[in-house]
């Protein structure tokens, strides 16, 4: 099992970015993947997840309206669209391999997003 997060980079507040996730190792239209963040000196923080079977998404309420989670199969891939980025949302974003409804072990290397104010 492989999850390779990329996308990261720098921008400007109220811009975008979308990060990636590339899935191998296992058929991600039977998973869940969620996406975390953990910025400098805090806990790693939950920020979205999408059921990859029957594409239903779910956000943390800070990115609510601003991100969106999709999936392409084909591709194995699971997307992080996030647009009117602010400072706040600067972190190291992780994707990871849910076991049923639940984080599981598998994460991928992170990527890092900052937004300059």
């Known amino acids: 099992v492989q999850l390779q997060a990329s996308g990261g980079g720098l921008v400007q507040s109220g811009g975008s970015l979308r990060l990636s996730c590339a899935a191998s190792?296992?058929?991600?239209?039977?998973?869940?993947i969620g996406w975390f963040r953990q910025a400098p000196g805090k806990e790693r923080e939950w920020v979205s997840c999408?059921?990859?079977?029957?594409?239903?998404?779910y956000y943390a309420d800070s990115v609510k309206g601003r991100f969106t989670c999709s999936t392409d199969s084909a591709k194995k891939t699971v997307y992080l669209q996030m647009n009117s980025l602010q400072p706040e949302d600067t972190a190291v974003y992780y994707c990871?391999?849910?076991?049923?409804?639940?984080?599981?072990?598998?994460w991928g290397q992170g990527t890092l997003v900052t937004v300059s104010s």
């Open positions: 990871n391999l849910y076991v049923g409804l639940q984080p599981g072990g598998y």
């Open positions: 190792g296992f058929t991600l239209d039977y998973y869940t």
């Open positions: 999408i059921i990859s079977s029957n594409r239903r998404t």
